[in-house]
């Protein structure tokens, strides 16, 4: 079994910093990538960003040089550095690894934590 802890949510004010940390325990295997999605009030999951084994990152354009995603494989861990924060990153996010183990891979999620941007 695989369980992905996540950390770091909170209130913050616009133009404010939080970081998110997200740890994977458990029979995990050989970890792929690692990212984050998000999820608002009434709209669809929607990606953040994500980044490989070897720590290729990419990010979707709404959070391009403000978000940073980072990993550290030693401690399964990934990270997402969040800067210059705007109300419209108010969302639940979410972390997720991609396990691989005999027979295939599978992809993990975190539970969740609450991010709040205050105007």
Avoid: H
Wanted: charged share 15%; glycine share 12%.
């Amino acid at each position: 079994q695989v369980q992905l802890v996540e950390s770091g949510g909170g209130l913050v004010q616009a133009g404010g910093s939080l970081r998110l940390s997200c740890a994977a325990a458990g029979n995990v295997g050989s970890i792929n990538d690692m990212g984050w999605y998000r999820q608002a009030p009434g709209k669809q999951r929607e990606l953040v960003a994500t980044i490989t084994s070897s720590g290729t990152s990419n990010y979707v354009d709404f959070v391009k040089g403000r978000f940073t995603i980072s990993r550290d494989n030693a401690k399964n861990t990934v990270y997402l550095q969040m800067n210059s924060l705007k109300p419209e990153d108010t969302a639940v996010y979410y972390c997720y690894a991609d396990c691989s183990r005999f027979p295939g891979t599978l992809r993990y999620w975190g539970q969740g934590t609450q991010v709040t941007v205050s105007s």
